[in-house]
């Protein structure tokens, strides 16, 4: 890392170069079809968003430009960017088109030499790097009033909504000790998972930059980041490598903060579940001001939740009644964003996170004791920040050039008490997760054709990212070091995209209003690893005004975490009567050396993606979109353990290449020299090096192939009734996905297996603005899964919950009720309880944690004031 932190330090300066050095920069109206519109007067947000879904444009805005703002009426046939002309009118707004986007910004901000219309209303583009222009993949938005609409209070949440999302894995609801298909809530974070590939194939960004991994799993916690300091969170459910890099397999999801605040507000809440435990409290706030040549945030957030324990959930009464199903946790985080315009044509941009989080959960071994004789009590820790401070320039000729830095940190400490039989070991686990960055980058205009100007974006930098893992045991006051991993990885990137409309409004003809290709190249070099260059090309088309088709293709990849190729090899000496004889057989009294743990010769994991998207706006029912994609994941060289069984390893064909017999004493030697843990003997005999007739290598490797394909469906309706707005949303997701461990192994059905994503996912919502008051509603299905694990195999049903959240803000206009606002909210409103399954261990718990939740019912009171 000596070099990047050279590279960082060098990168503060010339920052500051660049803002001395360039001071000194100096620096065709589009037909568009008409739509007819009936709306009442209302607040702008509602009427941008009614006109956008009428005329199937993209309008883009900051939701903090347009708060407290009221829109007049607009009725009658014009094009989408008179309507938000009209709209405007009076606002101190203006719109600006750029690409194929409408941008909403302040009038001032308009003329400003070489400024980004989505710059300047703080709008970032997930999927493209071209400024304005819209993603060949689709694109998912849920902004901070939706996620507040459904009855959320921290951003974790999104992952519970989000259908293309699976809840496993790094996930607080998830049982711990490994007992549900392998997988652990390590410290009670929370990770997106999309399409279930695993956390560390959905690469998480906020305002469009990398922050730490958290703990070992490599993916990103999002409950660090308070809600209120969001402004709207993008998905992209496709391969996007090409863009961002790394881990971007099954998609991204970029957070994207407030820019600045006008004003403060304060929040107070609590909530309960009925069925007793998750007691909750949390009082949050924002804070900011805006001037004429920038503005700034401060957020900050305070939660805490007693455990849910199976003393309180019927359906948990085998379990002993200390063992924790929801761990309790403390959690306080912090959040401050600005910017400031240092010239008419350079800006200074920066965000910041730091979170604090305690957590406490007990898994109990036995039925028959408490956690204290037989079981685990972990506490862990988690740490977190990030800091990002960045430069983007206007340069002549439609040009800006950014330059950014980088630094975070995730350190989880988990303070481990494990009692057999009431004798007591006390173990301590460090993962310390560090990450820098430095990348420069920019965009602009090559030339113009009859479609409209060919745009590139073009960049590169340099990464690192680092991994200390300690453990440490106490065994009757005698203390000793197991584990003591220090490792880090020097990341060179480079990337380009190119946007070429070929036919635009100017040379728009039947069926053929807009055709727009796309192409990316990226490449990174993984010091010591491995070097990867990935493409993805994309395809917009829209033949008539109400139709738009996408097409993306591209190739994706995730490097081996680090983990994964430091973790300490295991050797584990078997009898070899466990296995099924080889031929010839190994004899009698034969033992078997079986290497276990992480590999140092692992390679890249590969991906191939391709998306169809087709998004509908009919004229002919004012205020509807229909949006459908199919999706294809072919994922290859994924690394895991090559062996499903033990068993046959020694005689499958399938197994071959791993298995080495008759070894030679020297090769046993040496294998059993770099095994720091020694060697596990499982016989009943002293170890014999002579007696080893056979080495099977289950370590860690590139064998494993995954697919993933399915459809994503989204429908949005939205009308005026009864001097209000009316929405009704439609979200789901279809999945299908199998794995096969390594090749001449069968491949084995993952979705709709429990432990694993369900096939169908989707919510139903319905939300109600008038004035001052706002009703939602949603139901939730998590579709039905199997259960395979025995010979007779059963269905789990599906988890089908309805939730409810109501607001109105007081009507008081000065005065203390001046800016209050009161909230309900019921999450599981019926109660829905998880749907038993049978376990080979009684102290399991009963029920698919992955899928299921046990909160059961929860209700939620809170109260805001703003100034």
Known sequence: MTKLNGALRAGFLAASAVATALAACPATAQARLEATYNLPEQPLDSTLRAIALASGREILFDSELVRNRRAPAIIGSMTAEAAVRAALEGSGLVVVERQDALFVVRANAASGLGRSPAQEAGITITGTRIRGAASASPVIVATRGDLENAGLSDLGGLSRILPQNYTGGQNPGVAGGGQQGGQTNVNNSTTLDLRGLGADATLTLVNGHRVAYDSFTQGIDIGTIPLVAVERVEVIPDGASALYGSDAVAGVANILLRRDYQGAQLSARVGAATGGGSAQQQIAGIAGTRWASGGFMAAFDHSRSSPIEARDRDYAAGLDPSATLIARYSQASGTIAGHQRLADWLDFELDALVSHRSSEKANVFFTTSDVFTNGLLNRPTVDTYAITPTLRAALPGDWQASLSVSRGASRTEIYGRRFLSAVETRQRLVYGNR????????????????????????????????????????????????????????????????????????????????????????????????????????????????????????????????????????????????????????????????????????????????????????????????????????????????????????????????????????????????????????????????????????????????????????????????????????????????????????????????????????????????????????????????????????????????????????????????????????????????????????AAPPYDSTNQSPIGRFLMLSVSKSW
């Open 435 to 842: 990450y820098s960055a430095i990348e420069a980058g920019a965009e602009g205009p090559l030339f113009t054709i009859p479609g409209g100007p060919v745009r590139l974006a073009i960049g590169g930098g340099l990464r690192s990212v680092a991994l200390d893992v300690k453990i440490s045991q106490v065994i009757r006051g005698a203390s000793r070091v197991t584990r003591d991993i220090t490792e880090a990885r020097d990341i060179q990137f480079a990337y380009g995209e190119l946007s070429v409309p070929l036919v635009g409004a100017v040379n728009a003809m039947p069926l053929v209003e807009r055709l727009r290709l796309s192409a990316a190249l990226r490449y990174e070099r993984y010091q010591g690893i491995d070097s990867v260059a990935t493409p993805k090309l994309g395809l917009i088309y829209q033949p008539t005004t109400d139709l738009i088709l996408r097409a993306s293709w591209g190739r994706s990849f995730k490097i081996p975490t680090l983990f994964q190729v430091n973790q300490a090899p295991i050797g584990v000496l078997y009898p070899s009567d466990l296995f099924l004889p080889p031929s010839p057989p190994l004899g009698d009294g034969a033992t078997v050396l079986v290497l276990d743990g992480g590999n140092p010769d692992l390679g890249s994991e590969r991906a191939t993606t391709w998306t169809v998207t087709a998004a509908l706006t009919p004229r002919i029912i004012p205020g509807i979109k229909l949006e459908a994609s199919y999706f294809d994941i072919d994922y290859r060289d994924r690394v895991g353990f090559p062996v499903e069984s033990l068993v046959p390893s020694l005689s499958s064909p399938a197994y071959r290449d791993l298995v080495e017999f008759a070894p030679s004493p020297a090769r046993i030697a040496e294998l059993l020299a770099s095994l720091p843990l020694g060697l596990d003997n499982l016989t009943d005999e002293p170890f014999d090096a002579d007696k080893v007739g056979a080495i099977l290598d289950a370590r860690l490797r590139n064998t494993a192939r995954e697919r993933a394909r399915g459809v994503d469906v989204g429908i949005t309706y939205q009308a005026d009734v009864a001097a209000g707005t009316l929405q009704l949303d439609l979200a789901g997701s279809y999945l299908e996905s199998e794995r096969q461990l390594t090749a001449g192994l069968p491949v084995l059905q993952r979705a709709g297996l429990i432990f694993n994503p369900p096939r169908w996912r989707g919510r139903l919502g319905a939300s109600y603005e008038k004035g001052r008051l706002g009703l939602s509603g949603f139901l939730n299905y998590v579709g039905s899964v199997v259960d395979d694990r025995f010979p007779e195999r059963t269905n789990i049903g599906p988890f089908v919950t309805l939730d409810l959240s109501g607001r109105i803000r007081a009507a008081a206009t000065h005065g203390p009720l001046r800016g209050v606002e009161l909230r309900i909210s019921a999450r599981n409103l019926l109660d829905e309880h998880p749907d038993p399954i049978r376990n080979r261990d009684p």
